[in-house]
């Protein structure tokens, strides 16, 4: 993939809503926004290939990560805790999930 964009790996995207200490500015801009809750789909499109098509499949793909992505983390976080294996960062990601298709 050299010389094309690559998207920051999902960790910035998180770590940006679980750590409220930290800042909201990601590492990686998303089009020409560096915070999360200002991306819209339009700054998505800004990383997809000048066509029709690529942008609807990204923006199908965003669609139903914004659905499924809330859901599982859900599964996951009821599942470490009920091993014992809870934190106040998995207790702030919990809350911080929600599924949000507003962009769309």
């Known amino acids: ?13 998180l ?3 679980v750590y409220p200490q930290l800042t909201k500015k990601m590492a990686m801009k998303i089009g020409d ?5 200002e991306v ?6 800004q990383l997809a290939p000048d066509t ?15 659905i499924d992505l809330p859901k ?3 599964a996951l976080l009821k599942a470490l805790k009920k091993k014992g ?4 960062i998995c207790e702030n990601y919990r809350l911080s999930l929600k ?3 507003s962009m769309f």
């Open 85 to 88: 294996l809870s934190s106040p």
């Open 99 to 101: 599924p949000d298709t």
């Open 15 to 17: 770590t940006t809503a």
């Open 72 to 74: 599982k983390a859900q």
């Open 33 to 37: 926004k560096y915070i999360l809750e």
């Open 1 to 13: 993939m050299e010389g094309k964009p690559r998207l920051a790996p999902s960790y910035d995207l």
């Open 40 to 45: 819209m789909l339009r700054h998505w499109n």
């Open 52 to 66: 029709q098509l690529a942008r609807n499949i990204l923006e199908k793909d965003l669609k139903k990560f914004a």
